[in-house]
């Protein structure tokens, strides 16, 4: 249960690394690309793509993804988890 909290509460450490921020990056261009496309003839699509849109921002800016935490997975490697040590950033394990 107390998994569960921290997730929802959004209170977990880092666990996404640069080459999934950089991939999310260009799905969330693409998918507000999309909603402004499908603004005039579709505003559904134009919603679901801009909430998407919204999602992967935000897993971008914020370094954290609840799905990934939820899953145990962390996409840092070793050299960025080096870099965020020696700034004294906290990250997420790998869990197995």
């Known amino acids: 249960m107390h ?4 997730g929802i509460s959004y209170s977990y ?3 996404i690394g640069w080459q999934d921020r950089t991939i999310r990056t260009i799905v969330g261009i693409a998918a507000t690309a999309g ?3 499908f ?8 919603i679901l793509l801009g909430v998407l849109a919204i999602a ?4 971008v800016f ?8 939820f899953t145990g ?4 490697d070793s050299k960025e988890r ?4 020696a700034k004294g950033i906290n990250y997420e394990t790998q869990k197995n």
């Open 3 to 6: 998994r569960l909290i921290r």
């Open 13 to 15: 450490n880092r666990n």
């Open 35 to 37: 909603a402004v496309y």
């Open 39 to 46: 603004l005039s003839s579709n505003i559904t699509y134009s």
């Open 56 to 59: 992967q921002f935000g897993t």
């Open 62 to 69: 914020s370094a954290r993804c609840i799905i990934c935490y």
């Open 73 to 76: 997975q962390c996409t840092i």
């Open 82 to 85: 080096r870099n965020l040590e």
